[in-house]
């Protein structure tokens, strides 16, 4: 039912803080963002590492659904972690079939549909269930070229190898000269 946490949503009243933290002193790279008006909400998604992400959002105006979170904590916090499905109508009749009630079910463009689960029903914490294609949420320079599900480069003995990642994005591996050769022989073998 769920293929993986694709990351955590921390809201902040203070934006620009947040951002400056997050990229420069713990090197989160901005990927895709967005805004809401109908929610009155910012959010913007940002890699940390290979696979790690972020999501940072923020008020828009007076209504935003943010306020009630914000009465509760002042100065912001965790909102939610969202968890990837491949298929959230199974998802929803697998919800239903075991009494677990959700809320919210939007079927967005087809690209991004979601439900939450209410904290008092998932143990203190706002799940939202969501199927997509992550990849359209990644920016361009942190995923592999469509088509392709691999590089390798060679550089002073050393060589990297980077590998697409169905949960979008890349993995990263640095291997040495054997490593190198210990992959080719286990490949080979088991192929052969």
């Given at each position: 039912m769920i293929?993986?946490?694709?990351?955590?949503?921390?809201?902040?009243k203070n934006y620009k803080k947040a951002v400056e933290f997050f990229t420069k002193i713990l090197g989160a790279i901005p990927q895709t963002h967005g805004r809401d008006?109908?929610?009155?909400?910012?959010?913007?998604?940002f890699k940390l590492g290979d696979?790690?992400?972020?999501e940072i959002i923020r008020s828009t105006g007076k209504e935003s659904f943010l306020k009630n979170f914000f009465k509760?904590?002042?100065?912001?916090?965790?909102?939610?972690?969202t968890l990837q499905t491949p298929d959230i109508d199974k998802t929803r009749k697998f919800l239903d079939n075991n009494n677990i009630?959700?809320?919210?079910?939007?079927?967005?463009?087809?690209?991004?549909?979601?439900?939450?689960?209410?904290?008092?029903?998932?143990?203190?914490?706002?799940?939202?269930?969501?199927?997509?294609?992550?990849?359209?949420?990644?920016?361009?320079?942190?995923?592999?070229?469509?088509?392709?599900?691999w590089t390798v480069i060679s550089h002073n003995n050393q060589y990297h190898?980077?590998?697409?990642?169905?949960?979008?994005?890349?993995?990263?591996?640095?291997?040495?000269?054997?490593?190198v050769k210990k992959l080719i022989s286990d490949?080979?073998?088991?192929?052969?």
């Open positions: 293929l993986r946490i694709d990351h955590v949503s921390l809201a902040v008006i109908n929610l009155q909400y910012y959010w913007e998604i696979l790690s992400r972020l509760k904590k002042k100065g912001g916090g965790v909102h939610h972690l009630p959700y809320f919210g079910f939007r079927n967005i463009f087809n690209s991004w549909k979601e439900l939450f689960i209410h904290p008092k029903h998932a143990f203190g914490v706002l799940l939202q269930i969501a199927e997509f294609n992550p990849d359209d949420w990644i920016a361009p320079s942190s995923k592999m070229p469509e088509g392709k599900k190898i980077t590998f697409a990642h169905p949960g979008g994005s890349t993995v990263k591996l640095n291997l040495d000269r054997e490593e490949l080979k073998e088991l192929v052969e």
